[in-house]
Every structure is written in C-alpha cells, then in structure tokens.
C-alpha cells in the first residue's frame, strides 16, 4: 500500500489550504482513512478520520469547525479542508489508512510520507 499526501505549503493566518492523500495497493474502500500531524518537538496527534463508506466523521476539538475531511472512493483519494488556519496548525500532515474510525495513530496500518503546512502570523 501507498499514501501520497500533497497540497502542503505556506499560508497566511486566516487563510485556507486543501491537503490531498492519493492511496493505491489495496482497495480503498475497505479502509477508514485518517489525518493526523506533528508539530516540532511535540508528539503525533489525531486531526481526523473519516468511515469507509463515507457516513461518518470525527475530529480533533482544536479543528472542529475549521477543518473538514472527505474522501472520493472512485479517485482512491481523501482530502482534508482546512480553513481559518491559525499559526499552531503549522505541522508536518500525515494521512494514514486503518480499519477502524479511530483516533489513536497505532490502530493505523499504512502511513503516508507527511506535507508540510506552515501557516504564517
């Protein structure tokens, strides 16, 4: 299995950017797919996760409302939305493929190489 993440960069505070995941090896639709990022020197978290069916969501509370996950099953492809950016967004943004929608980054088999948003005050 391959995630290819893209659609990091450098963005104003305020501003928007959309982050894409393209997933090939396996059948996408059998897996929940998930978001999560790394801030220097601090730990891995959940940003969030989206079911295989695409009936169910969840979300970190620091982005609830701000960001918004989705996924094309015909495009193999999850997105993640991400509006009114503030400057404690800026991370590396990984995408990650499991069974579950969880939000604990060990129930994740497959991991995608991370994209860097730097979001600017």
């Known amino acids: 299995v391959q995630l290819q993440a893209s659609g990091g960069g450098l963005v104003q505070a305020g501003g928007s950017l959309r982050l894409s995941c393209a997933f090939s090896?396996?059948?996408?639709?059998?897996?929940?797919m998930g978001w999560f990022r790394q801030a220097p020197g601090k730990e891995r978290e959940f940003v969030a996760a989206?079911?295989?069916?695409?009936?169910?969501?969840r979300y970190a509370e620091t982005v609830k409302g701000r960001f918004t996950i989705s996924r094309d099953n015909a495009k193999n492809t999850v997105y993640l939305q991400m509006n009114s950016l503030k400057s404690e967004d800026t991370a590396i943004y990984y995408c990650?493929?499991?069974?579950?929608?969880?939000?604990?980054?060990?129930?994740?088999?497959?991991w995608g190489q991370g994209t860097l948003v730097t979001v600017s005050s």
């Open positions: 090896g396996r059948t996408f639709g059998s897996y929940s």
């Open positions: 990650a493929g499991g069974g579950l929608l969880s939000n604990r980054y060990n129930e994740y088999n497959y």
């Open positions: 989206i079911n295989w069916s695409d009936t169910n969501t």
